[in-house]
T-cell receptor, first 113, second 109 residues
Framework: DVKVTQSSRYLVKRTGEKVFLECVQD?????MFWYRQDPGLGLRLIYF???????EKGDIPEGYSVSREKKERFSLILESASTNQTSMYLC????????????FGQGTRLTVV | RKEVEQDPGPFNVPEGATVAFNCTYS??????FFWYRQDCRKEPKLLMS???SGNEDGRFTAQLNRASQYISLLIRDSKLSDSATYLC??????????FGSGTKLNVKP
C-alpha cells in the first residue's frame, strides 16, 4: 500500500512564526502536492512538485514556499504564519506510471493564533 | 467560476435507498476524473475512477458525459457506512487535480 505520512496531525503556532510541514511518501512517486482544505472551498492547490528540486505554483501560493531536496520528501513552509492560514493541510503524491489517482496523507490541522 | 462544482448537500437518505450525485466541470481539456470519499476529519481516499464508458464497482456506478461536461456517482442499496463526503475530482495537464467542494451524504437507519 502507498503510504503518505505527514509529520504532525495538529499544530498550533503564533502569528509571525515560520512553520514547516513535512510530508514523506514511500512509493517512489514523482509527483507531490500540497493542498489546503477549508469549509465550503474544498481542496485548493498550493504548490506541487514533479521532480526533485522542481516545483510549480498552484492556485494559492501566496504566503507559502516549498522544498523538495529528496524524491520522497516535500516540505511546505509558511514564512510568516498568519491567522488566515489556519486550515487543514493535505499532502498528496502520485506516480506518473499509475492510473493517475493521488494518495493523501492524513492531514495536518494548523491553527495560527 | 470553480473548475469543478458539486451540490454540497447534505443528502439525507434512508438505508437501502439509491442516491445519485452529479458534478459539473468547466475545463474541457480535463483528462481524467475520479470520485474520492472523505470521512469526517480524515484524508480523502479514492473511491473510483470515472471512464467515458461508465464503470461499476459493486453498489457504486460512475459515469462521465464529456458532451455535457458532467460526472455522476450512483450508490445503490445505501449503507450506514456510506455516510461521508464525496469529492468529485478532475485532472488536467497530467498534474493538476481540481476538487469539488464535496457532497455530504447522511444515510440514516
Amino acid at each position: 500500500d502507498v503510504k503518505v505520512t505527514q509529520s504532525s496531525r495538529y499544530l498550533v503556532k503564533r502569528t509571525g512564526e515560520k512553520v514547516f510541514l513535512e510530508c514523506v511518501q514511500d512509493m517512489d512517486h514523482e509527483n507531490m502536492f500540497w493542498y489546503r482544505q477549508d469549509p465550503g472551498l474544498g481542496l485548493r492547490l498550493i504548490y506541487f512538485s514533479y521532480d526533485v528540486k522542481m516545483k510549480e505554483k498552484g492556485d494559492i501560493p501566496e504566503g507559502y514556499s516549498v522544498s523538495r531536496e529528496k524524491k520522497e520528501r516535500f516540505s511546505l513552509i509558511l514564512e510568516s504564519a498568519s491567522t488566515n492560514q489556519t486550515s487543514m493541510y493535505l499532502c498528496a503524491s502520485r506516480s506518473d506510471r499509475a492510473q493517475f489517482e493521488a494518495f493523501f496523507g492524513q492531514g495536518t490541522r494548523l491553527t495560527v493564533v | 467560476r470553480k473548475e469543478v462544482e458539486q451540490d454540497p448537500g447534505p443528502f439525507n437518505v434512508p438505508e437501502g435507498a439509491t442516491v445519485a450525485f452529479n458534478c459539473t466541470y468547466s475545463n474541457s481539456a480535463s483528462q481524467s476524473f475520479f470520485w474520492y470519499r472523505q470521512d469526517c476529519r480524515k484524508e480523502p481516499k479514492l473511491l473510483m475512477s470515472v471512464y467515458s464508458s461508465g464503470n461499476e464497482d459493486g453498489r457504486f456506478t460512475a459515469q462521465l458525459n464529456r458532451a455535457s461536461q458532467y460526472i455522476s456517482l450512483l450508490i445503490r442499496d445505501s449503507k450506514l457506512s456510506d455516510s461521508a463526503t464525496y469529492l468529485c475530482v478532475g485532472l488536467y495537464n497530467f498534474n493538476k487535480f481540481y476538487f469539488g467542494s464535496g457532497t455530504k451524504l447522511n444515510v440514516k437507519p
